[in-house]
């Protein structure tokens, strides 16, 4: 090819084969290099040996590895890079040297040896969570005795945040939840006329199983996610390491007046919740049933007995314990920075009312047996 | 016994892993009573596990830790928690607890350790505040503080219990020249007037000149120099060599019209 013929072709595109030889022209950069690779498609380059660099305006990393690209396809074969301009002279020096090797991928064929190193895992997990769980417990009864390990008034802004400020919501929830129960049930129970039974069925519904579980699922998403992410953002920030380093223990100056509060608070919020649940349940018996409320309230409670309300409370009490331990473990794993935070808080999230799932399957086997 | 007097901390073969990758080997270092000494090397040569395991917030897997006349390597929690109180720590990005005040943050120690009343702590606090030339932000939260005021504000925390030795992990990164000069001539001030063991993590070259009495040198988890700055730039270990020589280096790209370098 001569250099009238190269010089005519470069001025209409950027590549030229001709039997072992190629020309590029241009710009070699991100922004040019997928054109040059489609054209270089339709070029057979199988006998490739020199690629002439001398129109070759500018160079970028995209370029290097566009000609990478075309070395690798010759598999092993040399390839010529000739008359380079000074700065593409320059960039080929910048990334002279042999290819990185890409790492290998992780191999996917799972051995005995990985099925006992994720049994090992998970037994360490559980090892850990259970030690937690009891240095939790320790001090925060230590704390309830002696309350000078936590800052004054921690306790009280704790009952606030978790408590108070979620009256609320669990209150016009349960609220709702207790008028579609009542509604769908009233349907159904008017077709048999067992309207009158609405008020059994509404006082065991709310007070053993969606008084509890109501409160505990909203205290997960607003309390537990909350503190998951707080004690995983004082790893990251090196709170919890300044405060071992100042001798003071995370657990029991961080930790313990949480679960203190959650000790007091979640008993007291599933009662609220089943209260006002129950009270869905009147407006519906008066309004759909014609069941007067006194009738209904008097019916409800008289069904209901003292183990149901030691229920009720035993049930809120160990769900916030549940969701408590679980949200200190899952920040306490932190290691990394804001994307291992946020992981953390699904985490306690999802595990939390996994936790409270499976808590409330051995009460409902307790109330059955 | 002058010696051991002379010492307020010393290392001996100390050996500590992340996992199955040690690194610390077997480091020998002693730290002078009332002087400022800096543990330099470059990124990733050991210096914040060295102080991360002298503070016992990570177990070293070997070795003994001399503090206060007493090993401290195998103490137990509780033991640590009453020792601690004696101890300074400013870490690298302050670690303020984001959901109290400054004045709050400073208060905790005092608070936790002292019977004091509230008062002479808010006192205290004051003080401290002052102490680090960091006056009227005690109702501030750390969120509102740049990050020179917030590394003051942390290092009047530090001081609250008037610790006998204080840690610093990379005092001046992230920071101006300006603030990193201010800060080290605080740290210098705070040596000299209130005689406290001062132990510097760094690796910037100007600091380590301007408050460093003594230095030790850690490459890839060996201590391998001890002594004074003017002792480290004449040594001839090759590591200590190229962190001298580099730090003084001319600006790269500068070279005469000829290509010589200027």
């Known amino acids: ?369 | 016994m002058r010696e051991h007097s002379e010492v307020a901390l010393r290392v001996r073969g100390l050996r500590s892993h992340y996992g199955d990758v040690e690194v610390l080997h077997e480091v020998d270092a002693t730290f002078a009573r009332g002087k400022i000494t800096v543990v330099a090397g470059r990124s990733g040569c050991g210096k914040t596990t060295l102080l991360r395991n002298i503070l016992r917030l990570i177990d070293p897997t070997s070795g003994t830790i001399e503090l206060f006349g007493r090993d401290i390597s195998e103490l137990e929690e509780d033991e640590l928690v009453n020792l601690r109180p004696r101890i300074g720590v400013l870490f690298q990005n302050g670690a303020l607890l984001q959901s109290l005040t400054v004045g709050a943050n400073i208060s905790v120690p005092l608070e936790q350790h002292t019977r004091l009343p509230a008062d002479v702590i808010e006192r205290i606090v004051l003080r401290k505040l002052q102490l680090v030339e960091l006056n009227g932000v005690e109702h501030f939260m750390p969120s509102e503080l740049s990050g020179g005021m917030r590394k003051r504000a942390a290092l009047a925390r530090t001081l609250a219990l008037d610790p006998e030795i204080v840690f610093f992990d990379e005092p001046s990164a992230g920071l101006d020249p300006v603030t990193a000069a201010s800060l080290d001539r605080l740290i210098v001030e705070l040596s000299r007037k209130l005689g406290i063991t001062v132990i510097v993590v760094t690796h910037e070259l100007t600091s380590i000149r301007h408050i460093a009495d003594r230095m030790l040198f850690l490459d890839a988890g060996r201590a391998v120099f001890e002594g004074t700055v003017e002792e480290a730039e004449v040594c001839p270990v090759d590591s200590v060599r190229q962190f001298f020589r580099q730090g003084s280096s001319e600006p790269l790209g500068r070279r005469s019209p000829g290509g010589q370098p200027m």
Not at chain 1, 227 to 251: F, N
Not at chain 1, 265 to 285: E, F, K, N, R, Y
Not at chain 1, 315 to 329: E, N, V
């Open chain 1, 1 to 369: 090819m001569s250099d009238d013929r190269d010089g005519r072709l470069i001025a209409r595109q950027s590549v030229c084969a001709d039997g072992d030889r190629l020309v590029l022209a241009g710009e070699l950069t991100r922004t040019r290099v997928p054109a040059i690779s489609r054209e270089l498609r339709r070029v057979p380059l199988a006998s490739l040996r020199v690629v002439d660099l001398s129109r070759v305006t500018r160079l970028d990393s995209a370029g290097i590895g566009m000609l990478e690209g075309l070395r690798d396809g010759l598999f092993g074969k040399p390839l010529e890079l000739r008359d380079p301009t000074p700065h593409v002279a320059e960039m080929l020096e910048l990334f002279a040297g042999e290819p990185v090797e890409p790492a290998p991928e992780e191999r996917t064929r799972v051995t005995v040896r990985d099925i006992l190193e994720t049994i090992r895992y998970v037994a360490g997990i559980l090892m850990d969570a259970f030690i937690l769980s009891g240095e939790i417990f320790y001090w925060s009864v230590r704390n309830v005795v002696f309350p000078s390990g936590h800052r004054k008034g921690e306790v009280t802004e704790q009952i606030i945040v978790t408590g108070l400020n979620a009256v609320p919501i669990v209150a016009t929830l349960s609220f709702i939840i207790g008028v579609i129960l009542a509604l769908q049930a009233a349907v159904q129970l008017e077709r048999f006329g067992g309207g009158p039974f609405l008020a059994d069925l509404m006082g065991l519904a709310m007070v053993r199983e969606m008084g509890p579980l109501l409160t505990a699922i909203i205290i997960t998403g607003r309390s537990g996610s909350a503190i998951a992410s707080e004690i995983g953002t004082m790893r990251v920030t090196d709170e919890l390491d300044a405060l071992r380093a100042m001798g003071i223990r995370p657990v029991e100056y961080v930790i313990a007046p949480k679960m203190i509060a959650f000790t007091i608070v979640t008993p007291l919020l599933s009662i609220l919740s089943a209260a006002v649940g129950l009270l869905g349940g009147v407006l519906v018996s008066t309004t759909f049933v014609g069941q007067p409320a006194q009738s209904f309230i008097d019916r409800a409670l008289g069904i209901l007995g003292v183990p149901d309300a030691a229920f009720l409370m035993l049930k809120g009490l160990l769900f916030g314990w549940a969701i408590m331990m679980t949200s200190c473990y899952c920040g306490y794993q932190v290691t990394g920075g804001a994307v291992e935070v946020g992981r953390a808080t699904t985490q306690a999230v999802v595990s939390s009312i996994f936790a409270i799932v499976l808590l409330n399957v051995i009460f409902s086997l307790w109330y059955v047996l």
